[in-house]
């Protein structure tokens, strides 16, 4: 599968989000940094199911990365 960063750009409430396809498990992460820190955007992730067997839920609303 191609991998493509896709950059979305909300014009009526400036939000601006970016998307990762493509990429296994959380290899996302490093790939989307470089556009997240020029483009400012820090908020929630959102992570797709591709990224489930890394990721591990709590109870809580918090989601910790596997060590």
Known sequence: ME???LI???SATGE???EAE??????C???TQPF???LGVVGDRIFK????PQLRTTN??????RQ
């Open 3 to 5: 991998r493509s960063i």
């Open 8 to 10: 979305h750009f909300d």
């Open 16 to 18: 601006v989000r970016v």
């Open 22 to 27: 493509g990429f296994e498990g959380l290899s």
């Open 29 to 31: 992460l490093g790939a």
């Open 36 to 38: 997240e820190e020029a």
């Open 49 to 52: 199911e591709e990224s489930a």
């Open 60 to 65: 809580s609303t918090q989601t910790r990365l």
